[in-house]
């Protein structure tokens, strides 16, 4: 599955980034992997045995919404959308990211 | 909540989901394969991974352990059908047992805390028959004064005459009991009332209260009933009540008549009660006891040598609860054979496990953890439990049926009923369940520990591990240990059956027709009329052809006594054993006299009465005092038997002469010369003959009568020798298998062996010791159970000591010889092993 040492996302953090992602709009799940990527400049590597159940559970969770749509390509696609609960969810997770990031930085700072 | 829908959901178009997922991964391959991206990797884990988040992870999970288990079962049929049937058969005698033994001994006689309730007897500690020394501790003082029995109540029971204009006459049991007593009882009356205080007054109205049967039976349910008047034994009493379905207290009855202050007075009503009460809250048996002896203390110390009241639990009268030690037993002991069976079934499965070993290996080695390995084996085991409890429930069902049969033959309490209640069935449910993960654990967790790549290289042949062997021969040795209690049980009960059967019986039983008489006190209300009656029935039985000799007399020898405080000449004051014998008594039972004979009006002795109280001297011309009168003792006779249960015994009785006691109970014996059972229509109609009202009661055969007091010994023998049976066929079977096993697995030793020169008998010998050394060590590990569970049955035996060597040595030689064939059939295939093939089999 070609795993790299670099690139791999911190536990917990690609819900943050998925649903970051959908703030744009509804997208396919392959949409969203690519936008991360590329928008991280190829730094994120979004592992789809993670991606797909990660939806799924957020799905059933009621962070994200789904429907059946007709891609660019013309083919049946499945488009995830962020609900109200997935805007909450991102605004705790983001100030809990910016919380740690902050700290890690403070804490290589004075090393 | 809204997760638990959605999942819900998901389950119900399963189909849409899987083809939803399908279509998402298309997309995303096609989208690849346009653009360009990364690999998907392993698709199937993807699928797996999504499916397993729409769904109930764990139900899932278990349907699936159990679809799966279902497979296997059905797969290995002939394994699967022998553990079931070994498994019903096991739990089935389990519910049997417990159902039967729960109802037993719940005394379910409408009374709460029944276990606290105490009677008081007469004690021996007055030294005299004196009735003024008696009064400070009879019923009424005692109720006065103490404080540690609450309801202190007494009762009588007695047949009672009963006449009114709805049918003819009838004889019914009676219950006359002070109505404290009543205040114990739970049920209430379904018509009218119970007893109150008021119904205990000197010059309360005389009323009855009827049972549920009486007033079916004899009134038609007629609720109108309630205030006529009936005769009871020719007194006018009001019907107050009819009691509930159930209401059996404190005995079994059909009606109950208060016990008023002015019955109380009475000195013939008087020394027939039984006083009894509850335990207050707190108070031990031993300190109501201590109570009572300083009641008797403060007012007549100067003849007191002991309890003059004893005081004891009320069920100790009941006969079931006597033999409450051989029901627990019972429960053991088929507890064992459950435990035997649940061997056998864990042998089975570790044989089998051996065999998928490679199985299991291969699940490991794809991911799946141990614990869940664990879990689909147990819930293998379980399954195959709840089989066997299913078929455990059919076996039980048919078990009650005969023990009901057998157990209506004797005389079963009213209040015992052997029905499969809520109770029996959580028993049922927690026996099998228990049973599926005793017999599932250890073939579960010695597969979970496989050796993953070893089995797998191993190309599955099935070798049972090391671990897996000394496990299988520890539950050999564990069933051979459980076999040697219940054969030492069996043989124990057995031998003392034997016993009971061959002690000579002191009175040839074989020729005896035996009928019970309770004449109406109101009709034959003097002695003379009682005596005049039994005048004109002896001469009429006597006529009948095949008839002898007849007598009567208040017990059937061998089979009962009564008590009543008396006194010998020259001895202290006590309860003394005695039977009232009519004429012709000794000589229909042809019990010897050793000196003198049976005099009109005098006493006779037997051999133990004249030797416990006047040693090396003759008896004959003393004199004995029963209950306020005194006799002269005429003869003295050899012992019979107080109890055939106890033949060993030697009883100090004396026989005092019929006098026709108007209250009392009659038995009138036959000597026959034909066979006895021929004659009881005619003793029947004779009786009738004589006075249309009278019911002739039990004309049975006398040997029928002993034999049905022995019903109780020789049908726990029967039951115990059937459970050891099945138990040392299960351990034998278990045995069988381990040692044929071993001879299997050790082909290629064997043929070495040979080849390098041992001879078959160093073979066999070799098969044959590993067999009997699992038997050695059940064996040893079984003696000290065995001893702690024969203690439990030691008043169950006669004759026979719990330590009884013949038994002990009985059981080694059926356990040896068990063991010896268990492991000597494996062993001749062993040596038919031939070398050349033994060597290429690999």
């Not at chain 2, 391959?29 to 360009?36: C, F, R, T, V």
């Not at chain 2, 009677?119 to 009424?140: C, I, K, R, V, Y």
């Not at chain 2, 020719?234 to 009855?253: C, K, L, N, T, W």
């Amino acid at each position: 599955m070609g795993r790299s040492d670099r690139g791999e996302l911190v536990q917990g953090t690609l819900d943050m980034l998925v649903l970051k992602t959908l703030v744009r709009g509804p997208m396919h799940g392959w949409g969203i992997a690519q936008s991360i990527q590329q928008i991280s400049e190829e730094v994120l590597r979004v592992e789809e045995g993670s991606l797909y159940p990660a939806l799924h559970r957020m799905e059933l969770d009621g962070l994200i919404d789904a429907e059946w749509g007709q891609s660019e390509n013309k083919r049946r696609a499945k488009y995830y959308r962020l609900t109200t609960r997935g805007l909450k969810a991102l605004d705790e997770e983001t100030a809990h990211w910016q919380q740690l990031a902050r700290a890690i930085a403070r804490v290589m700072e004075t090393a | 909540m809204r997760k638990f829908a959605k999942r819900l959901a998901a389950l119900w178009h399963r189909h849409r989901l899987d083809r939803d997922l399908e279509d998402e991964l298309a997309f995303h391959l096609a989208m690849n394969a346009q653009h360009g991206g990364r690999p998907f990797g392993n698709t199937t884990a993807f699928k797996e991974a999504c499916r397993d988040l729409w769904a109930f992870p764990t139900l899932e999970a278990w349907w699936h352990d159990l679809r799966f288990a279902f497979r296997m079962l059905v797969n290995t049929p002939l394994l699967t059908a022998a553990a079931i049937v070994a498994l019903a058969l096991g739990i089935g005698a389990n519910t049997t047992v417990f159902t039967v033994v729960s109802s037993a001994l719940h005394f379910d006689m409408g009374v709460d805390h029944i276990e606290r309730l105490v009677a008081l007897h007469p004690g021996e500690g007055l030294n005299s028959l004196d009735p003024a020394l008696q009064a400070p501790t009879d019923f009424l003082n005692l109720r006065g004064q103490i404080k540690t029995v609450d309801h202190l109540a007494a009762y009588r029971f007695f047949a009672a005459n009963v006449s009114d204009s709805h049918a003819l006459p009838e004889r019914f049991w009676c219950v006359q009991m002070t109505p404290s007593g009543w205040a114990m009882v739970r049920q209430q009356a379904i018509l009218g009332r119970g007893f109150g205080p008021e119904d205990e007054r000197a010059d309360a109205q005389p009323t009855v209260l009827l049972t549920h049967k009486v007033w079916q039976n004899r009134y038609g349910g007629d609720p109108a009933i309630l205030g006529k008047t009936i005769r009871v034994n020719d007194e006018e009493r009001v019907v107050i009540g009819v009691m509930p379905v159930g209401a059996q207290f404190p005995e079994d009855a059909d009606l109950w008549t208060p016990l008023t202050l002015r019955d109380v007075s009475d000195p013939v009503v008087r020394r027939e009660l039984l006083v009894f009460g509850r335990l207050a809250p707190g108070v031990t048996l031993a300190a109501a006891q201590s109570e009572v002896n300083g009641v008797a203390k403060r007012s007549i110390a100067s003849q007191v040598n002991g309890p003059v009241v004893r005081v004891r639990l009320f069920l100790e009268m009941i006969g079931v609860y006597q033999v409450r030690p051989v029901l627990i037993a019972m429960v053991f002991a088929v507890g064992f054979v459950l435990l035997i069976v649940c061997a056998d079934v864990a042998n089975l499965l570790l044989a089998r496990a051996a065999a998928r070993a490679r199985e299991i290996s291969i699940r490991i080695a794809i991911g799946a953890g141990r614990a869940r390995i664990v879990r689909q084996l147990l819930v293998e085991s379980v399954l195959l439990a709840t089989a066997g409890g299913v078929g455990g429930w059919l076996v039980a069902l048919a078990g009650l049926h005969w023990f009901d049969a057998m157990s209506s033959q004797g005389h079963r309490p009213s209040w015992m009923h052997f029905s499969m209640d809520a109770h029996v069935f959580a028993y049922l449910a927690a026996i099998s369940i228990g049973a599926g993960i005793l017999f599932g654990l250890a073939p579960a967790l010695q597969l979970a520990k496989v050796d993953v790549i070893g089995a797998i290289k191993d190309g599955g042949r099935g070798a049972q591990g090391p671990r897996g062997r000394k496990l299988a021969g520890m539950l050999v040795g564990i069933q051979m240990a459980l076999c040697v209690v219940l054969l030492a049980a069996s043989g124990l009960l057995i031998h003392s059956t034997v016993k009971l059967y061959n002690a000579p019986l002191s009175v040839d039983a074989s020729h005896v027709l035996t009928m019970r008489l309770d004449l109406p006190a109101a009709k034959y209300s003097s002695p003379d009329r009682v005596n005049a009656f039994y005048a004109q029935l002896k001469a009429a039985l006597t006529s009948v052809p095949g008839v002898t000799r007849v007598t009567l007399g208040s017990h059937i020898p061998m089979l009962g006594f009564r008590y009543t405080r008396g006194q010998a000449q020259g001895g202290t004051a006590q309860q003394l054993a005695v039977i009232t014998a009519g004429e012709d008594y000794f000589r229909t039972f042809a019990i010897r006299m050793l000196r003198g004979q049976a005099g009109r009006g005098q006493a006779v002795v037997n051999e133990s009465f004249a030797l416990k109280y006047w040693p090396g001297e003759d008896a004959v011309g003393r004199r004995v005092q029963v209950g306020g009168r005194s006799f002269d003792v005429s003869g003295v006779a050899a012992d019979v038997q107080a109890d055939v249960m106890h033949p060993l015994d030697r009883f100090a009785m004396v026989y005092l002469p019929f006098d026709g006691d108007p209250h009392a109970s009659v038995f009138v014996m036959a000597r026959t010369a034909v066979a006895p059972g021929r004659l009881i229509e005619i003793f029947r109609r004779t009786v009738q003959g004589l006075d249309a009202n009278l019911p002739a009661q039990d004309v049975t055969p006398l040997a029928d009568r002993i034999a049905l007091q022995r019903l109780n010994v020789s049908s726990f023998s029967l039951l115990f020798a059937i459970f050891a049976a099945i138990a040392l066929a299960l351990a034998w079977v278990g045995l069988y298998a381990v040692v044929a096993q071993a001879v299997s697995r050790r082909t290629q030793e064997i043929g070495i062996r040979m080849a390098m020169g041992g001879t078959r008998r160093d073979i066999f010998a070799l098969v044959v010791k590993q067999g009997m050394r699992q038997v050695a060590w059940g064996f040893v590990a079984g003696i000290p159970l065995a001893l702690v569970v024969s203690r439990a049955l030691s008043r169950q035996l006669v004759g026979v000591s719990p330590l009884d060597p013949a038994t002990y040595v009985g059981v080694a030689v059926v356990l040896g010889l068990a063991g010896f064939l268990g492991s000597a059939i494996p062993a001749r295939r062993a040596v038919r092993v031939d070398p050349l093939a033994a060597l290429r089999y690999e």
